[in-house]
């Protein structure tokens, strides 16, 4: 990889080796083993949203990798008074090492980067949520160990994470059903570019349609940010496609609930069921960080891949 803009810029090596470095970095994490792969980088992490585990999980990373992160609130900036993104770009890749941006417009990234000299990260845009979804594939290796054959069921909104889990379908070889009701359906343009790359996606007419046997349960806000104007409508559209005990229980034995945070508790997923057995989203909310160093690693590391590997044994 290049940058990473979409989760499509993932390919199948990039994606296993990715699985297999950020399980190792967070095995050696857990023993206090620390890797300085990132000795002299520097991360710069732009916000034109706010944001919990996309920081903390980026500044640590960067932080635990050896190397250095700088947020810039948009509103410190002088992108705020109308400078180009383009030229913010050339400038920062003249003192940074890479930068990741949270992004109200997917096209500003993609402007970003293609003004950029130094690798890109999508940390969110309505578009893509790529840093997600590779927590969640990584997440969900852990609970079943692999993806391939397994059925991923998504309830909600059809957002950005949606989005990615769409797109993502060939590379993991998960059946991808959506339940979402139709005014918040994902982008058909998007649905067919999953099919396009190989994906087994399917249109569910209820969430019950959409859970029956599923391994992996997806839900989501039912306000994104930016969609608070909305929100009357929204409540009233998703009434019915609450993640709680009924539903759950009819996905297979041993299925696994995630959801990205923040959760409403009450809104879209219930207290017990975020919290009790089913769920993996304690474990997909840390497993941002494990990822993400693997993901910087990848595309910062002086070092080459056998290099680094030898690196990361020891």
């Not at 569910?204 to 930016?226: C, K, L, N, R």
């Amino acid at each position: 990889m290049k940058d990473l803009i979409s989760i499509l810029d993932v390919s199948v090596p990039d994606l296993e080796r990715l699985m297999a470095d950020a399980a190792r970095l967070k095995a050696e994490r857990a023993e206090g083993c620390c890797h300085p792969l990132l000795v002299g980088r520097s991360l710069a992490m732009i916000f034109e949203k706010p944001s919990t585990r996309t920081r903390v999980s980026f500044e640590v990373g960067m932080y635990e990798l050896g190397g250095h992160a700088l947020h810039l609130n948009q509103e410190d900036m002088q992108l705020r008074r109308g400078e180009a993104v383009s030229d913010t770009a050339r400038v920062l890749s003249r003192y940074v090492s890479a930068v990741m941006i949270r992004a109200n417009r997917h096209e500003t990234i993609e402007e970003f980067a293609a003004h950029a000299t130094v690798p890109v990260i999508n940390g969110l845009s309505d578009r893509e949520h790529p840093c997600q979804l590779l927590a969640d594939i990584f997440t969900i290796r852990e609970r079943f160990g692999r993806t391939d054959g397994l059925v991923a069921a998504w309830v909600g909104d059809g957002n950005n994470v949606c989005n990615s889990l769409i797109l993502a379908a060939g590379l993991t070889g998960m059946e991808v059903r959506v339940a979402a009701p139709a005014p918040y359906a994902p982008d058909p343009a998007v649905v067919a570019r999953g099919r396009a790359e190989g994906g087994r996606i399917i249109s569910a007419s209820t969430p019950e349609q959409a859970v029956a046997g599923a391994d992996v349960i997806f839900t989501d806000t039912w306000v994104s940010m930016g969609a608070e104007v909305e929100e009357a409508a929204r409540r009233q559209a998703f009434a019915g496609y609450r993640v709680d005990d009924r539903l759950v229980g009819l996905a297979a034995d041993g299925a696994v609930v995630l959801h990205c945070l923040p959760a409403h508790r009450g809104d879209e997923i219930t207290d017990d069921i975020l919290d009790g057995p089913r769920s993996a989203v304690w474990d997909e909310a840390e497993n941002r960080l494990h990822v993400q160093k693997a993901v910087l690693a990848s595309l910062l590391s002086p070092f080459d891949e056998r290099s680094f590997q030898q690196m990361l044994l020891g």
